[in-house]
């Protein structure tokens, strides 16, 4: 699994506190929650995802919160775990509201007056920053302390690049079941570009490009040059692209190794990429491979 929940992540799912999960889009936060909800003793129950970004405030109320005779999520989820995805972009109507089932933990059913009891825990996700959000009085700071009982970030993944190619195995053989292929074999080639590009939609744009690949290679290899290496548009724009990186690339390895009076692992560092990348790059570069930690500057 690529969860980066950390070595707190059986702790924080044995409990019952709220867990905020912040983060940039795509990069498995929704992941995040899932293991937790697995590892933690609500697991037989249900785990249930709010969009609240995809509802209109008297719909997402009526979604959550239930309305007359028909429940909503918090009590269809009775033991379980609710995940609200987005929740920056809760109103502050709805803020309120949810405030009261974190608090008391009871709901108040939309156009009813009778409070009911729910045990449910509570995650939340988000990309923005809830304290910037406090501060302009766009999100109540009572919900923001209440749902900050445990924060986890989950880092974009080109602060991770050492785990792309274990990402990407996981996603490429996943992609060919879907796919219906025999599993395909991920090159080291293809590593280097998977490993070279920035992800701006994180892990949920490295699945769709895994995706995409599968379909345009032939043979029991992922074709290297249907992945990405930077945003290419036509083929001979991309083509072009992808020279002018990999020349300014190189020029940025050449730089960092007389920088570091040729130490990989410092070299590596200031980049900020793996030293196993920074070796394979010298590779792919044809620069001369320093000894040891020495070497001319």
């Not at 009911?116 to 923005?128: E, G, L």
Request: with cysteine; glycine share 10%.
């Amino acid at each position: 699994g690529f969860c980066p929940i950390g070595e707190g992540g059986r702790f924080v799912a044995a409990g019952n506190i709220h867990v905020l999960i912040t983060g940039e889009t795509g990069v498995g936060k929704e992941v995040v929650a899932e293991r937790i909800h697995r590892q933690s003793r609500r697991a037989n129950a249900e785990l249930h995802r709010v969009e609240a970004a995809a509802l209109a405030e008297n719909l997402l109320d009526i979604e959550l919160f239930g309305q007359a005779d028909k429940p909503g999520v918090f009590e269809t989820s009775e033991g379980g775990t609710v995940l609200v995805d987005e929740v920056s972009e809760l109103p502050l109507g709805t803020q309120a509201k949810l405030l009261r089932v974190l608090e008391r933990g009871e709901v108040i059913r939309v156009d009813t007056a009778e409070p009911r009891k729910v045990d449910v825990r509570f995650i939340a996700a988000t990309n923005r920053d809830l304290r910037a959000m406090v501060t302009e009085g766009t999100f109540r700071e009572d919900l923001y302390f209440r749902l900050n009982g445990i924060t986890i970030e989950v880092p974009p993944l080109r602060e991770r690049r050492e785990q792309i190619s274990g990402i990407a195995a996981e996603l490429l053989t996943k992609a060919c079941l879907d796919a219906k292929r025999p599993a395909m074999l991920l090159s080291k080639e293809a590593i280097a570009r998977l490993e070279s590009y920035d992800w701006p939609g994180n892990v949920r744009e490295l699945k769709n490009a895994i995706e995409r690949a599968v379909l345009l290679s032939q043979g029991d290899s992922l074709d290297p040059m249907a992945l990405p290496a930077g945003d290419a548009g036509d083929e001979a724009a991309g083509a072009r692209l992808r020279n002018d990186l990999a020349a300014f690339e190189r020029q940025r390895i050449v730089e960092a190794l007389e920088k570091c009076a040729g130490n990989q692992t410092k070299a590596a560092q200031l980049l900020g990429i793996s030293r196993r990348t920074l070796v394979s790059r010298l590779g792919e570069y044809n620069l001369p491979r320093p000894r040891g930690g020495g070497g001319r500057r």
